[in-house]
């Protein structure tokens, strides 16, 4: 019997659910999964993970977070002088 399965690597669930965080943060909510995206792709960086998918869900947490921001420093004056 051969057994030709390859162990994933240990970072490969961590860099998974960056993706995840990223996506959703993109989509949902930058403050939340934005910053959980940020810690788990960097959690996976440390386990010596290589792939494209800690650095993309590292890359759209920053984008979630800055768009968010940049949506709190506009709207949050704006619905101020509303009031």
């Known amino acids: 019997m051969n ?12 860099a998974t659910v960056a993706l995840v965080m990223g996506i ?3 989509v949902v909510s930058g403050l939340i999964f934005g ?3 940020i ?5 996976a960086r440390k386990l010596g ?3 494209g998918k800690a650095t993309a ?3 759209m947490s920053i984008i979630g977070l800055v768009f ?4 709190l420093i506009v709207c ?5 002088a509303a009031l």
């Open 3 to 14: 057994n030709n399965y390859q162990q994933p690597h240990p970072g490969d669930s961590k």
């Open 24 to 26: 959703l943060a993109l």
């Open 35 to 37: 910053i959980l995206g």
């Open 39 to 43: 810690i788990f792709a960097s959690q």
């Open 49 to 51: 993970y290589e792939g």
């Open 57 to 59: 869900g590292l890359v």
């Open 68 to 71: 968010n921001a940049i949506t």
């Open 76 to 80: 949050v004056p704006i619905l101020c």
